[in-house]
Nanobody, 127 residues
Framework: QVQLVESGGGLAQPGSSLRLSCAASGATLDDNTIGWFRQAPGKEREGVACLTRSDRGTYYADSVKGRFTISRDDAKNTFYLQMNSLKTEDTAVYYC????????????????????WGQGTQVTVSS
């Protein structure tokens, strides 16, 4: 089972950038579909970006397309979320997730597809 630890959150101004990192241990990320999710106060946790295990396809929520990029560094067993042109509505706790299952490959932006989660990191976008 893979353990995940996020870092890189914080306070950012609208229009600026942040990069989140998710370091994995206990298993290689190469065998997993990986994803980033976020949860704003009073809202459900939603899928933001993911990269599938099989074809390395990337998928993004419509709200972040063209602004966020998911990537991975297998040598470091770490994956990232580069967030550009941040908006106030991007404010949320961000979670990384990983899962080796076929379910995660088929439904990579669905929260229920993942069984391994990080602890979350707060991102606040405010002027």
């Amino acid at each position: 089972q893979v353990q995940l630890v996020e870092s890189g959150g914080g306070l950012a101004q609208p229009g600026s950038s942040l990069r989140l990192s998710c370091a994995a241990s206990g298993a290689t990320l190469d065998d997993n579909t990986i994803g980033w999710f976020r949860q704003a106060p009073g809202k459900e946790r939603e899928g933001v970006a993911c990269l599938t295990r099989s074809d390395r396809g990337t998928y993004y929520a419509d709200s972040v397309k063209g602004r966020f990029t998911i990537s991975r560094d297998d040598a470091k067993n770490t994956f990232y979320l580069q967030m550009n042109s941040l908006k106030t509505e991007d404010t949320a706790v961000y979670y990384c997730a990983a899962d080796p299952s076929v379910m995660a490959m088929m439904y990579p932006l669905e929260r229920s597809s993942y069984h391994n989660w990080g602890q979350g990191t707060q991102v606040t976008v405010s002027s």
